[in-house]
């Protein structure tokens, strides 16, 4: 059974930056997808940015972070991270990892809190 956790948030100003960190357990971790989502109350949860399975080179983002975020995962450590830059206050969000499998999300952890605030 797949389960992932996040950490990593906090609090930083704007402009600052941060680095997510989502450790996982399973069988197969390393050939599923790896995905970063994100959520404000009151809201639903907003995709942010996904890196394939295997070698982890193919990454896809929303269009609100790219540039700005970097994905990337460590298959032997069964780790994804998540590189926030030039942060902004519309980042504020809890934000969680979860793994794809064929037909869905799968393993959300609790999330993490991130707080773009001066």
């Known amino acids: 059974q797949l389960q992932l956790v996040e950490s990593g948030g906090g609090l930083v100003q704007p402009g600052g930056s941060l680095r997510l960190s989502c450790a996982g357990t399973g069988r197969g971790l390393d050939n599923y997808a790896i995905g970063w989502f994100r959520q404000v109350p009151g809201k639903e949860r907003e995709f942010v940015a996904m890196v394939w399975g295997g070698s982890g080179t193919s990454t896809e983002y929303a269009e609100s972070v790219k540039g700005r975020f970097i994905i990337s995962r460590d298959n032997e450590k069964r780790m994804a991270y998540l590189q926030m830059n030039s942060l902004k206050p519309d980042d504020t969000a809890v934000y969680s990892c979860?793994?794809?499998?064929?037909?869905?999300?799968?393993?959300w952890g609790p999330g993490t809190q991130v707080t773009v605030s001066s």
């Open positions: 979860a793994a794809q499998t064929s037909t869905s999300w799968t393993g």
